[in-house]
């Protein structure tokens, strides 16, 4: 990655100057706490180094979907008093995002001093598809950093979006890839470039619409492609199975008709579903044959002989990347599939496997049911970003860094 890092930016020096960090804070709320800090302990590196090193840190980060107006319900307040929490120092939240109090607390910085600006999401230039109006909401957040600021891209989670501050701050100010961003393209690029075989990619999730491109990207590079979680039943019902009430992409069934004809000796699907009588944690439930779905039962799970054999491929791999959880694993009833596969990837990664769990609900699933964190090489924090990357798709936010660093060579 031909991008200036942050180490980079510590050597040039930023003791007493103002340097402007996107983070990725997007972390779950229930009812106002937080229910999976993950994203809040990675972004943490990149700015304690900062702080330590004497910047005036300003974080810029959002959460949920506002729309593009201030929301009670999603302000960062209770991501503030986490990240001060982690970071063992203050962090002062600004009552707007580039207002008032944003001006007025930034102006008033020490050197050490860390800023989090509210969810930059209540400012609908943000995310705008007018370039001018995401050109003035970036103006607007240098000058909180002033004229000899920089800006960091930490937030790994954004980068496959072209919004005002993941992408045209960076046109603006000198530009470095935080800690996180650096790790997590690192990690891809090792994915993508000559990966060690057998390489075993394990997908899930509800929509096979979602995770079309990177299936159509992967299973001519991969030995084994497993397909668990809600999408697996559009492919059943490909083969001619009936799938009771399960989630089910009509429109996608002919799609993936073309997959499994295409790559037959790849594509490993479940033998055997948990079926319930209604989606819920207390439902009635039972493990039947993949062809035998009842009439009126839905899959909420992929059964004990699927994660038997799914794991047995897993374990001999050498590289695994896993997106999506294989069932309902908030459900407790429903969480054997998700932690039978993620127990054979920690197998895996125990005799020398590099694995990578990428981001998203896996990465919650990892932490809800109690696995091992270190028993996985690598651990995202985007799931969208990961999965575009794979695709070969290119990512704003990691485009804007390089494109500059090789016009200043």
């Known amino acids: 990655m031909a991008v200036k890092t942050l180490q980079d930016l510590l050597n040039e020096g930023v003791e007493g100057r103002g340097v402007l960090v996107r983070s990725d804070l997007n972390v779950p709320l229930d009812n106002g706490t937080i229910t999976d800090p993950g994203r809040i302990v990675a972004s943490v590196p990149t700015i304690k180094t900062l702080a330590e090193a004497g910047a005036k840190v300003v974080v810029t980060a959002h959460l949920g979907r506002p729309k593009g107006e201030p929301d009670p319900k999603l302000s960062l ?60 909401l970036a103006r ?26 993941v992408y045209d701050v960076a046109q603006l100010l000198p530009h470095y890839a935080g800690t996180l961003v650096a790790a997590e393209v690192e ?115 992929v059964g004990a002989e699927s994660a038997k054999r799914f794991a047995a491929l897993l374990t001999e791999a050498k590289t695994v990347f896993w997106n999506g959880p294989m069932g309902v694993f908030e459900f407790e009833n429903f969480a054997a599939g998700t932690r039978g596969v993620a127990e054979a990837i920690v197998t895996a990664t125990g005799k020398g496997a590099f694995t990578v769990v990428g981001g998203g609900d896996s990465a919650a699933a990892v932490r809800t049911l109690g696995l091992p964190e270190d028993g996985f090489s690598h651990i995202s924090t985007g799931g969208g970003a990961s999965l575009e990357y794979l695709e070969g798709k290119e990512l704003p936010g990691i485009s804007v860094l390089e494109d500059t660093a090789r016009e200043s060579e």
């Not at 607390?105 to 705008?128: K, M």
């Open 77 to 136: 307040a209770p991501v503030a008093a986490k990240l001060a929490e982690e970071l063992g120092r203050n962090v002062q939240l600004a009552g707007d995002v580039v207002g008032q109090d944003a001006l007025a607390r930034s102006e008033g910085l020490t050197d050490g001093d860390v800023l989090l600006l509210e969810n930059i999401r209540f400012d609908p230039r943000e995310t705008s598809k007018d370039d001018a109006q995401r050109g003035k």
């Open 140 to 165: 607007a957040l240098v000058e909180l950093v002033g004229d000899d600021g920089a800006f960091v891209s930490d937030g790994f989670g954004v980068v496959h979006r072209k919004q005002a501050s």
């Open 187 to 301: 990690v891809l690029q090792k994915l993508t470039t000559e990966p060690e075989r057998p390489y075993a990619v394990v997908l899930g999730g509800s929509k096979v619409s979602d995770k079309l491109a990177v299936i159509e990207a992967l299973a001519p590079k991969v030995d084994t492609l497993v397909i668990g979680g809600g999408m697996c039943f559009t492919f059943l019902a490909a083969q001619g199975l009936s799938v009771g009430t399960s989630l089910l992409q009509e429109e996608m069934v002919d799609t993936c008709k073309d997959l499994l004809d295409r790559f037959a000796d790849v594509i490993h699907l479940p033998v055997d579903i948990v079926v319930a009588d209604k989606f819920a944690a207390d439902a009635e439930s039972k493990t039947v044959p993949a062809h035998e779905i009842p009439d009126g039962w839905m899959g909420l799970d």
